[in-house]
């Protein structure tokens, strides 16, 4: 009972759809006998109709013209049309503005027969193009004309120019590109280490602003040596600093001894490696201590390391603070890193790229690594147990710091070489019925639906193995509507081309 309740809205809701927009369109019809011309040239879509030409006979042209940068009807400019014979005599007509939005209706009568080139001159600030639309034939006589071809018996979709311009509608050709093959995965945008700087308070006491300057502000730039805020340190606090260092020189004298040890064999490789890493550890824990403060009358000046954002600020103004404690981070975005999850099924593939696409929130372009002067940097020597995933890292500059750190992507890692394929926009693939299908447009108002077979996807485009030709055009944008229209009793007979 609820499938035939669906059914029937359905079938309700294509009647008024397709019955309400073929309102005030000055009921055209296109009648037998009747030529049509679609034609796209860089900047415009033309879809013309006219009747047979003959001598003598007025001749209404409906020509419909498309602005390409939004689909939408051209509302403003001037159309001069000309025709030129094989002999040489030379027709010109012209309308200075659309009758009506989007089209324009020229009336030409020819004194000759013979075959004419078309050629179309629009002028407006909406856009300007020039067409050359080929060929067409003007007869001696109404007995000459020949007979009207009959319909083909395939059923086709009629969606009207006017339907096209009050929605948002797109079409895109099947075109051979590049594609390459991919491993899914799921990932996340990360700072990079050097890029990114804790800091710490190197004693315990009270948080103040710097010298006449301010408290620093969450998203604030900072530079590298900017003082961010003094310190005035509790009585005890100098301990804490010659501990640091105390600590960082011992290990350095062992390290040295050890090394010494080790070059003559007297100590084993693992004593080196300890002395080594204890060593590293304290040499850093100095290092940004040292980059961190400055010494003064009073106190001490924590400054920043690096050039950044505040990402984080933990204290404020007037705040005691104990040694150790960290105080805010500071990080630099010009260059980040992307976390790609990959499965443990398909890590082996993407062990072995070098490239790396990814979509992010908020954006609907993908973006690629290799062309933001990235590349992979590691890949992660454990398996995660609860997601059964791998990291593969990669790095990449981000102009203009669009990117947010913390941002979740979806990314394809890109997998084996390059190939030459029949390939279309993803957003024109519609899934009916458990198939991937696709809407073509035969001519300006007529469509047809196709079943695709379909293979990679690569750049937000998906190759087509089978149901496409290259040069056909497909709806990116509108195929919704256009399938509500196909659901038309019209369309069934390939019949009902009215405005």
């Known amino acids: 009972m609820i ?13 008024l759809f397709c019955g309400c927009s073929g309102s005030n369109t000055n009921n055209r019809e296109l ?20 009747p047979p030409l003959v001598v003598g006979q007025e001749a209404k042209f409906l020509i419909h013209l498309t602005d390409l940068k939004d689909f939408k009807a051209v509302t403003q400019g001037t159309l001069r049309v000309e025709f030129k014979s094989d002999s040489g005599h030379t027709v010109r007509v012209g309308e200075s503005k659309p009758a009506r939005a989007g089209i324009f209706t020229p009336s030409v009568t020819f004194g000759s027969s013979g075959r004419f080139s078309m050629t179309m001159t629009l002028n407006g600030a909406q856009v300007s ?28 979709i009629p969606f009207l120019k006017e339907q096209q311009w009050r929605i948002d509608f797109a079409t895109a050709p099947v075109l051979k590109r590049s594609l390459q093959s991919s491993v899914p995965a799921t990932g996340e945008i990360m700072a990079k280490a050097e890029l990114c700087s804790k800091i710490v308070s190197p004693v315990a006491g009270l948080l103040l602003r710097k010298n006449n300057g301010r408290f620093p502000a969450l998203g604030a730039f900072v530079k590298q040596g900017e003082v961010l805020f003094n310190i005035s340190p509790s009585a005890d606090a100098g301990g804490n600093i010659r501990r640091i260092k105390s600590e960082y020189l011992l290990a350095k004298a062992e390290y040295e001894r050890v090394q010494r040890l080790f070059d003559k064999k007297a100590v084993a490789e693992k004593r080196f490696d300890e002395a080594k890493s204890d060593f590293e550890s304290k040499q850093a824990s100095y290092g940004s201590l040292i980059d961190q403060i400055r010494f003064t009358e009073t106190g001490y000046s924590i400054v920043s390391p690096i050039d950044g954002f505040v990402e984080s600020l933990s204290v404020s103004m007037g705040s005691h603070i104990d040694g150790g404690q960290e105080l805010m ?11 790609a999850n990959v499965s443990a099924g398909k890590f082996e593939d993407a062990n072995n790229s070098t490239d790396a696409a990814f979509r992010i929130e908020g954006y ?36 203009q710091n669009k990117i947010k750190v913390g941002m979740y992507a979806e990314v394809s890692i890109k997998t084996g070489t390059r190939q030459e394929s029949l390939s279309i926009p993803e957003s024109a693939v519609v899934d009916e019925d458990a198939m991937q299908t696709a809407y073509v447009q035969i001519e300006g108002e007529r469509f047809e639906k196709r079943i695709l077979k379909t293979g990679i ?34 369309s069934a007979i390939g019949q009902g081309h009215v405005h």
């Open 364 to 399: 609907e372009k993908e973006l690629r690594v290799s062309s933001l002067n990235g590349r992979k940097i590691s890949v992660g020597s454990s398996l995660d147990g609860e997601s059964r995933s791998v990291p593969v890292y990669f790095e990449f500059d981000n102009p």
């Open 3 to 15: 499938s035939v309740f669906l059914r029937a809205m359905t079938i309700l809701l294509v009647l």
């Open 457 to 490: 996807s690569d750049g937000g485009f998906l190759q087509v193995l089978d149901g496409l030709k290259v040069g056909e055009r497909v709806v990116t944008k509108g195929a919704y509507q256009v399938r509500l229209a196909a659901l038309s009793p019209e």
């Open 31 to 50: 009648q037998p006998g009747n030529k049509s011309v679609t034609h796209y040239s860089t900047s415009t879509e033309l879809f013309m109709e006219y």
């Open 329 to 339: 981070t500071i990080i630099n975005p010009r260059r980040l890193i992307l976390r």
């Open 129 to 156: 193009d020039s067409i050359i639309v080929g060929n067409i034939i003007v007869y001696a006589s109404e007995n000459e004309v020949p007979p009207a071809d009959e319909e083909s018996a395939s059923p086709f």
